[in-house]
């Protein structure tokens, strides 16, 4: 048996070694890591590898740049790359304002990636440790014992009852002054903050953000947003600390999205090849959605385990083919599918009018993926698909999904809020 996951994953990217393509983001994000003012914040549609793209700017902060000299930007790294302490963290939807938030950071206890790791402690031990595999890479610190006490108000740091504001303040200079510059002395504290769309209250967030901001403590935010405005939504008060740093992700485009595939077969190291012809597939099939490709090379491979072989060839293909098509291959997505079709087959049939429809640019966005009922309307009726109104209203519906959501920028234009369920019924079968 071959191990799928040596060549493909359905996880967040850590290693370098493994990011594909992305050659004008990595850039960006290595001039705003260099940029002593500059905020970072990274958005895009759902499974475009935008928390990939996160992790890969805490391996440059810590003066890692493996990825930027293999895309071929060496001579566009800095002499001196400033160099931070990182701090990760996945928000969520409990999440309910900057208070909130900043109190969560200050008490979680994640011993690679919290903050309350790096605040001194005497009982506390921590260590260097590297995130990359070569051990020239630049260390991060980790807990390898939070002290015989357990975790306990800092000796270094004062807590402000009932003022989070405050103690978080006073946590994060504690932090610059004995970690980030005495002890490894850095150039500052980076505070990336994962899955930032889904904090339910955002107001003010990004001028707290801006006043938490110093030289020494630079933030980078990342979530699901078509614009800056579904990340930040004050982002008017963040407009100057990102000039540099506003990040978008869009799909990749299909030499890229090859060179998935390609690196898959390198990481594989000669054990399983994926003929050309296939290669052309699944690029297609996936539309510049590298979570598509990862998950379809990952069946590809058990299929061709099964079957003895050691190259995906088209008849591989064509049975993983086979398996979406008749919904066993992706149970999750399978069962999404199900919950918005309910068993009708003109719901059935209408999810896939709206998921086969051109993706077509609106006026006010770059962004593709939208649809427009009236198109929808003209194919319904040639498919003799009643009832549109009653059906739709299910598709928008929480408890079904959603499955897809209006736009408010016009009359009758929606759009699939996952994207990649898009690219799912366009295989199922109907
Ligand atoms: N540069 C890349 N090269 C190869 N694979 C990638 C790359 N970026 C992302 N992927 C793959 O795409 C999938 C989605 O990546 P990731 O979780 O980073 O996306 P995301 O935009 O954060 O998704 P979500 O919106 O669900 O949070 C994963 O399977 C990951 O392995
Ligand atoms: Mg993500």
Not at 53 to 64: C, K
Not at 65 to 92: M, Q
Not at 214 to 222: A, E
Not at 320 to 329: F, H, P, R, T
Request: glycine share 8%; hydrophobic share 35%; aromatic share 6%.
């Amino acid at each position: 048996m071959i191990d799928p996951e040596k060549g493909f994953t359905s996880d967040v990217i850590t290693d370098a070694n493994r990011f594909v393509g992305r050659i004008d983001l990595v850039r960006s994000c290595m001039q705003a890591l260099n940029s002593p003012n500059s905020l970072i914040a990274i958005y895009g549609k759902r499974g475009l590898g935008k928390s990939s793209l996160l992790r890969q700017v805490q391996q440059m902060a810590l003066g890692d740049y493996t990825l930027a000299s293999n895309a071929g930007l060496h001579h566009e790294i800095p002499d001196n790359p400033r160099k931070y302490l990182t701090v990760f963290y996945t928000c969520d939807s409990i999440i309910d304002s900057g208070e909130g938030l900043l109190s969560r950071l200050c008490n979680d206890q994640n011993d690679e990636d919290g903050l309350l790791r790096l605040v001194p402690h005497d009982g506390k031990e921590i260590v260097e440790f590297s995130r990359a595999k070569e051990v020239s890479a630049g260390a991060d610190l980790k807990v390898v014992n939070w002290g015989a006490k357990g975790v306990e108000t800092s000796t270094y740091a004062r807590v402000v009852d009932g003022d989070t504001v405050q103690t978080f303040r006073n946590f994060v200079s504690s932090i610059v002054q004995h970690q980030v510059k005495g002890r490894m002395n850095r150039d500052g504290l980076l505070i990336l903050l994962d899955e930032f769309d889904v904090v339910s209250n955002k107001n003010g967030i990004g001028s707290l953000i801006k006043s938490l901001s110093s030289k020494d403590i630079k933030f980078g935010v990342c979530g699901i947003g078509q614009d800056l405005t579904d990340l930040i939504e004050d982002h008017a008060s963040v407009e100057r600390l990102l000039e540099q740093g506003a990040i978008h992700v869009k799909t990749m485009p299909k030499p890229e999205a090859r060179n998935v595939l390609t690196k898959a077969e390198e990481l594989f190291e000669g054990e399983l090849t994926i003929d050309n012809t296939v290669k052309t597939k699944i690029v297609s099939a996936s539309q510049g959605y590298p979570y598509f490709i990862q998950m379809i090379g990952k069946s590809c491979v058990s299929k061709a385990s099964q079957l003895g072989l050691n190259a995906i060839n088209e008849n591989v293909y064509n049975r993983v083919l086979e398996d979406i098509k008749s919904g066993v291959a992706f149970p999750t997505l399978e069962s999404a599918y199900q919950r918005a079709i309910g068993n009708t087959e003109n719901r059935q049939m209408l999810l896939h009018l709206l998921a086969e429809q051109p993706e077509e640019n609106t006026l006010f966005h770059e962004d593709v993926g939208r649809i427009f009922l009236k198109n929808v309307r003209k194919d319904a009726e040639e498919f003799e698909v009643d009832y549109l109104d009653q059906n739709l209203p299910r598709l928008l519906d929480r408890k079904f999904g959603p499955i897809l959501r209006r736009i408010p920028e016009g009359q009758g234009i929606y759009e699939f809020i996952n994207p990649v369920f898009r690219l799912y019924v366009n295989l199922r079968r109907i």
